[in-house]
């Protein structure tokens, strides 16, 4: 088959596409013939090693996936070849073929393309948890999404507003802003302008924001701070701008306000039940229509480099797909 092949940490024009062979398939697992990958942010930085965690060389990059079930053991007897599954893996997407423990893959449900499936899981499912798991969002709240044209951004946007908040979304340039309005935002900030936190004083009445939800970092976040509400909650998701910021420990005090962290990856070993009650909200949204989401472009397997460039560059759109097969 073919797949992406890191065979050492550097940027992705010089990461090949190679013949390898097929994943072999063990008891409890599944092997999914890859229709397409989903490219995110912390794929680009873990084929450069620059994540947290490095996964050992070489390996096949691509951590989200849709396509359909090539080959199931007869333990897995639910699963029959030909189903259409979305899923996530800590790697491998990027490929022709990918094997699976069952438990790393859901039914796409008919009439979703595998595209939709490939952008779903990781940014949705963050946001779900971020929002409701961690931040409490109630209907009628304030609730400010930075970064709000990215992948996870834009899916914050999204289900705060079919949570009932008040979606307000902070984005750079009058494209990105217009794309956060198309799916759902209620209002727009542009954060590059010196005044944006008298703008959104303003739109919120001088209430401020009761949840940021913040996948950004730098000096943006600690800006934000300073104009949340009284007993607000700051999500941490990531560090998009590239410097971890420093917030004084006085702000959390004078605002009544907490930070709360938001890992996806630790969500599956440390909140299972609650990883398995979002997943079945994201699906059943998914399912009946309420919940629509964003695909970024669409590049063929043989342009997954230039997926990779546009993922980073600070005009992209949603998530990123590169089609493997059909």
């Given amino acids: ?94 490929a022709e073929y990918i094997t699976v423990n069952a438990d790393a893959v859901h039914l796409l449900p008919d009439g979703v393309t595998a595209e939709v499936g490939a952008s779903f899981r990781a940014n949705y499912l963050t946001a779900h948890y971020a929002l409701t798991a961690r931040a409490m969002l109630a209907a009628g709240e304030q609730l400010l999404v930075l970064g709000a044209a990215g992948g996870v951004g834009i899916a914050a946007v999204q289900i705060g507003k079919l949570l009932g908040a008040r979606v307000i979304a902070a984005a750079s340039t009058p494209e990105k802003r217009e794309f956060a309005r198309a799916h759902g935002a209620d209002a727009v900030i542009d954060y590059t302008q010196p005044d944006w936190r008298d703008t959104l004083k303003a739109l919120t009445g001088g209430h401020g924001a009761d949840v940021i939800f913040d996948p950004v970092g730098g000096e943006i976040s600690v800006q934000a701070f300073r104009s949340i509400a009284w007993r607000g909650r700051h999500l941490v998701v990531g560090f998009a701008a590239g410097t971890i ?82």
Avoid: C
């Fill in 1 to 94: 088959m073919k797949a992406v092949v890191v065979e050492q940490f550097a940027p992705v024009d010089q990461v090949e596409l190679k013949e390898i062979s097929k994943p072999p398939v063990a008891a409890g697992q599944l092997r999914i013939k890859v229709h397409a990958a989903g490219i995110g942010f912390v794929d680009g930085l873990k084929v450069q090693g620059l994540y947290q965690t490095k996964d050992p060389l070489p390996f096949t990059p691509g951590t989200e996936f849709a396509g359909v079930v090539d080959e199931a053991p007869g333990d897995m007897a639910q699963y029959q070849p030909g189903m259409r599954v979305m899923g996530m893996a800590r790697s491998g997407a990027l």
């Fill in 245 to 326: 910021p420093a917030l004084p420990f006085n702000l959390p005090l004078l605002k009544g306000g907490a930070l709360l962290g938001v890992d996806l990856a630790q969500i599956p070993t440390r909140e299972p039940d609650v990883q398995k009650r979002l997943m079945a909200d994201l699906t059943s949204w998914l399912a009946d229509g309420r919940l629509k989401p964003a695909v970024g472009r669409v590049f063929a397997f043989a342009e997954f480099r230039d997926a990779f460039k546009a993922m980073q560059t600070r005009d992209a759109l949603g998530k990123m797909v590169v089609r493997i097969s059909s």
